[in-house]
């Protein structure tokens, strides 16, 4: 490989990792921890066939699954201002990942939740507990083991899809590469290195996401129903 | 003799199928009661109704003292009735995420505010009645059916019931594991635990039970003390269900 290449990828590494570390981490753990406080809720009201409450859930789900991200970051950040609702960068991408995800999860959650045998559930309100508590103590923990591998699908899904939020102004890595591509003009390197990067943080989160498998698993986890 | 439990013309159906047409019995505290019949005479579905896991369509159900409208009892007051009852179901239900002494501890931490320490001890008094004792900290997919099954009946006792719904106890579990779940039972009847026991098991009923009641196609044929009704059945259908089920037996 020519010299000039790899001082090229040395240079900009800590250039791209920067925003990586100050923006695109931040971006996706935040967004990710939001969404699944929405889905979990999306997917208990529609548990809980609470009226019209189980119709807006499926309403948002809807919504959120029928159209495409950046159009959602679009309406957010350039939409809304026109209604007077101004949202900083950053946070702009937060509300809207979270809303995204939010609802993808929901529905991993609900199926989870589902694929917890009935029994369970009977067997909480027959020792005195309440709906409510049966799922936050019994079901939800058993739902999580199931959905685990779905939700760090996402998880890992989101990592790259920040990289959409170059298109509302936030400097993260993908927006620091282009500036950097811009002023060098070697747009295969960069682009190569910054995936690269994505690939990185992609596997740690493999890595993560098996040692949490793991964790789960002897917790009482069954394959299926005896 | 004081009566715990009574229910009258119960009912429910499912789509077309009228399972449940019109039962009625009167519980007293420390009555054993067996009920026996085929399958699909809805057995099963009583129990079910009686601690609101099924909704009946109609009747009522008189529990301590207190009426309850089968088909519309509130939350509240559902609630409250399973506060006082337990139920040990068929394939156990054991909370698949929580240790054996866990599973005994939820009814009272979670829903009885007991404190921690408390529950513990009560829960491990518990399994060391039903011989469960060594396995507290086992999850239930390390213990095999029988030991769940005393788990669960730990599960059962620990909150101090007036009566313990049981469903088909012993079905799920191979013969060899039957004995150490009925002799668990066994046990609770001489200490005078109110039971309600749907069950195939005639010897148990025999020797427990005492009151046996048969039923078939959704109502009671026959009901009685449970010498009575294996000896000198009055329904020539009990003399039937009897006959041929202790004919399996051997």
């Known amino acids: ?226 | 003799m004081t009566t715990i439990l009574k229910f009258n013309d119960i009912r429910k159906s499912f789509g077309e199928l009228d399972v449940l047409k019109g039962i009625g019995l009167e519980v007293n505290k420390g009555d054993v009661v067996a009920i026996l019949g085929p399958s699909g005479s809805g057995k099963t579905t009583l129990l079910r109704c009686l601690n609101f896991l099924e909704r009946a369509d109609s009747g009522s159900i008189v529990f301590d003292g207190v009426q309850y409208d089968a088909a519309k009892a509130t939350k509240k007051e559902i609630r409250a009735l399973r506060m006082k009852t337990a139920f040990v179901f068929q394939n156990y239900n054991l909370f698949a995420n929580k240790t054996a002494v866990e599973n005994v501890m939820e009814g009272l931490v979670t829903a009885r505010r007991v404190r921690k320490e408390e529950a513990k001890a009560k829960a491990l008094e518990t399994l060391e009645k039903v011989g469960m004792l060594d396995w507290a900290n086992h999850y239930p997919i390390q213990l095999s059916g029988g030991q769940q099954q005393r788990v669960a009946i730990a599960r059962a006792i620990a909150t101090n019931p007036d009566i313990i719904f049981f469903d088909e106890p012993t079905s799920a579990l191979d013969p060899e594991l039957t004995g150490e779940v009925l002799s668990v039972m066994k046990t609770l009847a001489q200490e005078g635990m109110t039971m309600l026991v749907v069950t195939h098991e005639m010897k148990f009923a025999r020797q427990v039970a005492t009151r046996t009641v048969f039923m078939e196609n959704g109502v009671i044929v026959e009901e009685g003390p449970t010498k009575e009704v294996f000896e000198h059945p009055r329904e020539k259908r009990t003399q039937e269900f009897i006959n041929r089920m202790e004919m399996d037996d051997f």
């Open chain 1, 1 to 226: 490989m020519d010299n000039s290449v790899v001082s090229l990828m040395l240079d900009s590494f800590w250039k791209i990792l920067k925003p990586g570390l100050q923006m695109t981490i931040p971006l996706t753990l935040l967004s990710f921890a939001f969404a699944l406080v929405i889905a979990t809720v999306t997917a208990l009201v529609q548990e809980a066939k609470i009226p019209v409450l189980r119709q807006l859930a499926r309403f948002y789900i809807w919504v959120i699954r029928g159209t495409p991200l950046l159009v959602q970051l679009f309406v957010v950040f350039y939409g809304l201002p026109s209604l007077g609702i101004l949202i900083e960068p950053f946070p702009a991408a937060v509300l809207v990942f979270s809303i995204n995800e939010g609802a993808y999860s929901a529905e991993t959650i609900r199926a989870a939740i589902e694929s917890v045998p009935r029994g369970q559930l009977e067997a909480g309100e027959c020792v005195g507990m309440s709906w409510l508590q049966t799922m936050w103590r019994i079901i939800l923990p058993q739902a999580l083991r199931t959905a685990f591998p779905t939700l760090f699908n996402s998880l890992i899904s989101m990592v790259k899809d920040t990289s959409l939020a170059a298109n509302i102004t936030v400097t993260e890595m993908f927006m620091q590469t282009q500036r950097i591509v811009a002023r060098t003009y070697e747009p295969l390197v960069l682009y190569i290195e910054v995936g690269i990067i994505y690939l990185l943080m992609c596997t740690i989160l493999t890595k993560v996401q098996a040692w949490g498998e793991k964790k789960l698993n002897a917790r009482g986890y069954q394959r299926s129903a005896a």
